[in-house]
């Protein structure tokens, strides 16, 4: 899907569950929703800010609640409007976020 309108189309990236309920909820009833969400860029729209800065596979912070489902030719996709990724996520930028507060100045 080619995106448009600042839209970034990602794919949000698996994790494992770790608990199962102990009981029933309806089907549509969103219970994981996190307030950040880190997923992978796949194609980023040309009226896009970020049209020059993110590349395909790039991973990026965004609000997890603003992340939006469209069903497209019979599979999902997940877009967010530019305005709610906050950050570009690079495995030396989460090494400094893991020291202790004291460590990191």
Known sequence: MKPLNRMVVVEPLVEE???KP?????DD???NQKE???VA???VADDSKFYNVL???DKIVVEGHMLREAMVFGETCHLILENHVL???TPRDMAFYRKPCSESG
């Open 17 to 19: 569950e770790n608990s």
């Open 22 to 26: 102990t009981f029933y909820l309806p």
């Open 29 to 31: 009833m969103v219970t």
């Open 36 to 38: 950040f969400e880190v």
């Open 41 to 43: 860029v796949k194609s």
């Open 55 to 57: 590349n395909m596979g």
């Open 87 to 89: 950050g570009v996520a």
